[in-house]
C-alpha cells in the first residue's frame, strides 16, 4: 500500500483527507504542525507527502527545506496560498505539485498517484529507448548525468533535484538533440489528465536552468522551441 503523511492542522480537513485516502487503499500518518512532519516522515518513510503551508509551529517552506535535506519523497503543497510568488517560492523549496484550497478530491487523489509514480521512476509510451550500462553517463562541460544512480553532479557537487526535477531531465537527456512535444513531456511526468498544463513545464525548467546552466538566461543545454517543446543538446 502507499503510505502518505498528512501534514495539517485543521482536524476536520485531516479527517476528510484520512477517510478519502484510507477508502483508495492508502496508508495514512497525520501531523498537526512541521515537528511532527519531520518526526513521523523519518519514522514512517511515507511514499509521498500533502503538505500545508501555514503550519502552527514552522512555515511550511522551511518544512519542504528540512524534508529535501534528507529525502527525495514527493511533496504535493495543499495551501490556501494561491499567488504566483507564492507557488514558485514553494517550488524552489522542492516541492513537487502544489494545489490550492479549496481543493477537488479527485484532483488531489490523481496528483498523488502521478507523484508517486514519477518517484518510482514509470515512465509509460514507450518515450525511452533502452540503453546499455556504457550509455547511463551523460557528460557535458558543465555537469554530469548519472543516469544509473539518479544524480547529477556539478563542480564535483551532487545537484539535488526535485522527482520530478530528475523526471523531466532523464526525459530528455536520454533523447539528445530530439524535440520532445510539451503534451509528451507533460503526459509523461504528470500523467494525461495535465496535458495542457504548459505553465507545469515552464516553471521546472526554469528550475533545472537554474541548477545546471551556467546563463540561465540564454540556456546552452536545455533548449526551448516556443510553442512546440524542449531537447537537450549534448
Not at 536552468?209 to 540556456?219: A, N, Q, T, V
Request: hydrophobic share 45%; no cysteine; glycine share 6%.
Amino acid at each position: 500500500m502507499t503510505r502518505v503523511l498528512v501534514v495539517e492542522d485543521e482536524p476536520p480537513l485531516v479527517r476528510a483527507l484520512t477517510i478519502n485516502l484510507q477508502a483508495r487503499a492508502f496508508e495514512v500518518d497525520a501531523a498537526p504542525d512541521g515537528t511532527s512532519a519531520l518526526r513521523l516522515a523519518t519514522e514512517r518513510g511515507p511514499d509521498v507527502v500533502v503538505l500545508d503551508l501555514g503550519l502552527p509551529d514552522m512555515d511550511g517552506i522551511d518544512v519542504i527545506k528540512a524534508l529535501r535535506g534528507r529525502t527525495r519523497v514527493p511533496l504535493v503543497v495543499l495551501s490556501a496560498r494561491r499567488t504566483t510568488h507564492e507557488k514558485v517560492e514553494a517550488f524552489e523549496a522542492g516541492a513537487d505539485d502544489y494545489i490550492t484550497k479549496p481543493f477537488d478530491m479527485a484532483e488531489l487523489l490523481a496528483r498523488l498517484r502521478a507523484a508517486v509514480r514519477r518517484n518510482a521512476g514509470d515512465i509509460a509510451g514507450g518515450v525511452l529507448p533502452a540503453r546499455e550500462p556504457s550509455s547511463l553517463m551523460v557528460v557535458t562541460e558543465d555537469f554530469t548525468v548519472d543516469l544509473g544512480a539518479k544524480k547529477v553532479l556539478r563542480d564535483g557537487r551532487v545537484v539535488r533535484l526535485t522527482p520530478t526535477e530528475w523526471h523531466l531531465l532523464e526525459i530528455l537527456v536520454r533523447t539528445p538533440g530530439r524535440l520532445i512535444s510539451q503534451r509528451q513531456l507533460l503526459e509523461e511526468v504528470w500523467g494525461a489528465t495535465f496535458a495542457a498544463r504548459t505553465n507545469y513545464l515552464r516553471v521546472y525548467m526554469a528550475q533545472l536552468r537554474r541548477k545546471l546552466e551556467k546563463d540561465p538566461s540564454r540556456p546552452r543545454y536545455l533548449i526551448t522551441q516556443p510553442g512546440m517543446g524542449y531537447r537537450f543538446e549534448g
